[in-house]
């Protein structure tokens, strides 16, 4: 793994769903009139009879997608969360997941990463995906992973949401990092808290077990791409071996990440004093930066510092976390 | 599931000798199945009749895709798949019961259709969508939908047709069954949605005003509506009563109750008419 700031490339997304399409000739991509925001101009210039703009209409978007994916291609449809989910919610669980049928809905822009206010900030799409019957639900964290993501994604039987970073990505992981769809990934280890992160969290929650590191404090930092379905026995394993369990996402706490890791615990009885990091039932604002805004809503580094230090009931105050300074080109967590 | 096919799979085979005369069947057929349960959708029946017979007499068995948009409408393609000997009679009498796979608005699990859903304002979508992939890969067979009119209340159906016209998806022909029924009342009562043949003009389609209960003039239509170069919409001004006289005219036509006595007049009305269809 690499250390923040962190390296960032563009269109990691982009470029590996060309290189999947020269091998499959199934795969068809279509655009919600977003289409270089979604990378997806590099599909339109590589493959253009096989990219469909949809326009800004998503409800035929998916409707249109799903009868492609009945007739044998697997369709990647590509907009902002926001609108990929909560616009045609009832065309994705009636024409899409009750059929099973192998659509891929990218939505980009997750969360609070947008400073476009609450009609951009796609806060609770994980949540809606994740009580569609059969969906999938990817969250990834890093631009080696974006560059795996289509090629893991585009066999697996029935939907998938994929929510994806806009823009510069940052490269957390090193070249030999493997994406798997069926594991969450242990990748620090430390016998006092358990963090579970997610997409953009995974750099702040990193940032945070470095800093509680330098107290003494152990903590097991779990990278959880794939949200549905969960790997629950790695959440069993490691919540068990810690004193306290939290997750970290870039999205409501309710319906996300932390509620699947809350019914794995209390449906395992792993009783563990849970944490949950998101945004507790409000609505962001529109901003001028996501740093703002991140910091804002307690998804910094020195909110997941907090929030494991008072999670284990630590003395005085909570250690502060320093960020390390970016540079143009380069990512660092707030 | 139902052992029944689905209209486009390759070996699909039926035929129609009279298109007059499955329109009169599908009415009986359906009066039967909603008799069993005293009320259902047989106003959907009564106003489609003769657009579904037609798609019978027009879509080629085994090629052309039949898309349903109101799921509601399946009763009229169950009654004449029976008809035509694709579905048993056993069958048929489960629709709408326990445990049947004819469910009485219609699913995925339904036979016949290459799609059809009980969301409504979807069908046209997917329309688009399997015609699109026809011509991706050189498949020269054509898509026909049906969509209620109570359905362009619905914003989704004119993001397809927008998308289908600039498409160009001349294999698409879509029946719009303008009975002026909706839950709530008349369509005309609750949102004015003509002019309805110049909204689809505008939306680059071809228009094409109709009789929907003279079933010569839908099937010539539909045959003609072939050779446009751009996609078809033909508006088939019907109504949910039409072909059994012994109906109150109160009778809602969403829903219809039918109990025991209205049903045998029914049956025997229907009944005498394709006896003397047939002297």
């Known amino acids: 793994m690499h250390e923040p700031p962190y390296q960032t490339v563009l269109k990691p997304y982009g470029h590996a769903l060309v290189e999947l399409a020269r091998r499959r000739d199934d795969v068809l991509c279509l655009s919600g009139d977003l289409t270089r925001q979604c990378e997806v101009d590099l599909f339109q210039a590589a493959f253009p009879e096989r990219f469909i703009h949809a326009g800004m209409a998503e409800a035929n978007m998916i409707g249109v997608a799903a009868a492609l994916a009945r007739c044998g291609h697997v369709p990647f449809v590509h907009t902002f969360g926001v609108f990929a989910t909560r616009r045609p919610l009832d065309q994705i669980i009636n024409a899409v997941a009750y059929p099973r049928l192998p659509v891929r809905i990218v939505g980009f822009m997750p969360g609070i990463s947008s400073p476009g206010g609450p009609s951009h900030q796609a806060i609770d799409d994980v949540a809606l995906m994740r009580c569609v019957p059969g969906m999938t639900v990817v969250d990834i964290a890093d631009a080696g992973q974006a560059r795996q993501v289509c090629e893991a994604i585009v066999d697996v039987p029935g939907p998938v949401y994929l929510r994806l970073k806009r823009g510069e990505i940052p490269v957390i992981f090193g070249n030999d990092h493997r994406l798997a769809l069926d594991r969450a990934e242990v990748l620090t280890s430390g016998a006092d808290a358990a963090l579970f992160a997610s997409g953009m969290m995974l750099a702040p929650a990193l940032a945070a077990a470095e800093v509680l590191a330098g107290h003494g404090i152990g903590v097991s930092v779990v990278s959880v791409p794939v949200i549905k379905p969960l790997d629950e026995a790695t959440v069993r394993r490691v919540s068990a071996a810690c004193k306290v369990v939290l997750t970290a996402e870039n999205h409501l706490i309710t319906g996300g990440l932390g509620s699947a890791v809350a019914e794995v615990l209390a449906e395992s009885g792993t009783a563990r004093p849970l944490r949950r990091i998101g945004l507790r039932d409000t609505f962001a604002e529109g901003a001028g930066t996501a740093p703002y805004l991140f910091g804002k809503y307690g998804l910094s580094t020195q909110s997941v510092v907090e929030c494991a230090w008072n999670a284990l009931g630590l003395p005085g105050p909570a250690p502060a976390a320093a960020v390390a300074d970016a540079r143009p080109g380069e990512y660092s967590p707030v | ?279």
């Not at chain 2, 109101?70 to 048993?88: D, K, M, N, R």
Request: proline residues 5%; negative net charge.
């Open chain 2, 1 to 279: 599931m139902s052992s029944a096919v689905r209209l486009s799979d390759p070996g699909t085979r039926w035929e129609v000798a009279d298109p007059q005369r499955l329109a009169t069947a599908i009415r009986l057929r359906a009066v039967r199945m909603v008799a069993a349960h005293g009320f259902g959708y047989l106003g959907q029946a009564l106003s489609s009749a003769e657009q579904v017979a037609a798609l019978f007499c027009v879509a080629r068995p085994g090629a052309d895709r039949i898309v349903c948009s109101p799921g509601h409408y399946v009763i009229a393609f169950y009654a004449a798949a029976a008809e035509v000997g694709l579905i048993s009679e056993q069958e048929l009498d489960g629709y709408g019961q326990d445990g049947s796979a004819l469910e009485a608005i219609g699913t995925e699990r339904s036979p016949l259709f290459d799609y059809v859903a009980g969301s409504l304002g979807q069908g046209l979508s997917a329309a688009a969508g399997l015609a699109l992939s026809d011509r991706l890969r050189g498949r020269q067979v054509r898509t026909f939908a049906l969509i209620s009119d109570g359905e362009l209340e619905e914003g989704q159906v004119w993001e397809a047709a927008m998308f289908a016209a600039h498409q160009r998806l001349s294999a698409l022909t879509v029946l719009v069954d303008a009975n002026n029924s909706q839950v709530d009342g008349p369509v005309d009562t609750i949102t004015t949605i003509e002019p309805v043949a110049a909204k689809w003009a505008s939306f680059g389609w071809e228009p094409v005003e109709l009789d929907g209960h003279d079933v010569h003039a839908v099937s010539a239509a539909l045959a003609g509506a072939r050779d446009a170069g751009r996609p078809v919409a033909l508006i088939c001004r019907t109504s949910t009563a039409h072909g059994l006289g012994c109906l109150p005219p109160d009778a809602d036509g969403h829903f219809i109750k039918l109990p025991p006595e209205l049903a045998a007049a029914a049956v025997a009305e229907l009944t005498a008419r394709l006896e003397h269809a047939r002297a």
